[in-house]
């Protein structure tokens, strides 16, 4: 499968859905300080269903979320919540 080899090679991480997809996982480490956390899920076929970007900051702890696939809701600030996707 092209579309599960290509994904593979620019994700480090990947976990095996119950519904036969799969959830990929990549980090980057911000400029300044932080990092963003990019995940995309995929169906059986490897067809992308989801597309998200989570912003950490320098403690770890989740300030943003923008879904970027399949419709673009900007970026959305998560003010003083717990959050751990």
Same mark, same amino acid.
């Given at each position: 499968m092209a579309g599960r080899k290509r994904n593979e090679s620019r994700f480090s991480e990947w976990e @095996?859905?119950? %519904?036969g997809g799969r959830r990929y996982y990549r980090m980057i480490k911000g400029r300044m300080k932080g990092y963003a956390r990019y +995940?995309? @899920? +995929?169906?059986? &076929? =490897? %067809? /992308? +269903?989801?597309? +998200?970007? @989570?912003?950490?900051d320098s403690e770890g702890k989740l300030v943003a979320i923008h879904?970027?696939?399949?419709?673009? /809701?900007?970026?959305? =600030?998560? &003010?003083g919540s717990e959050h751990d996707l």
């Open positions: @095996e859905l119950s %519904n +995940v995309k @899920e +995929v169906d059986a &076929n =490897e %067809n /992308t +269903v989801l597309i +998200v970007q @989570e912003i950490y879904q970027k696939f399949p419709q673009d /809701t900007g970026h959305i =600030e998560i &003010n």
